[in-house]
């Protein structure tokens, strides 16, 4: 099993991009699904999440500007994010929760992608 992020790049403030993570290889079912960063000197932090049945949670420094989804068919999630800041600045990671059977699950982190607005 693997996540695979695209998308990230650089970007003027107030900008937009959208991130792309997609699961593949051996999956029984996929249960929350979200995204991290980690900026430069600071811990990893959870920027949204996004459960298999749609319910969504976000970090409060993000609220109002980026928006998780997912494809269940697709084995996909996605954060469109407008209105970026500089300190949106980090390296952002996909994470889910996938059931490779059944009985057993592990969560999963995708390598990462490098998201950087400029002023």
């Known amino acids: 099993v693997q996540l695979v992020e695209s998308g990230g790049g650089l970007v003027r403030a107030r900008g937009s991009l959208k991130l792309s993570c997609a699961a593949s290889g051996s999956i029984f079912r996929i249960n929350d699904m979200g995204w991290y960063r980690q900026a430069p000197g600071k811990q990893r932090e959870l920027v949204a999440q996004?459960?298999?049945?749609?319910?969504?949670n976000y970090a409060d420094s993000v609220k109002g500007r980026f928006t998780i989804s997912r494809d269940n068919g697709k084995n996909t999630v996605d954060l469109q994010m407008i209105s970026l800041k500089r300190e949106d600045t980090a390296v952002y990671y996909c994470?889910?929760?996938?059931?490779?059977?059944?009985?057993?699950?592990?969560?999963?982190w995708g390598q990462g992608t490098q998201v950087t607005v400029s002023s």
């Open positions: 994470t889910a929760f996938i059931q490779v059977n059944r009985n057993y699950g592990l969560e999963y």
């Open positions: 996004i459960t298999s049945g749609g319910s969504t």
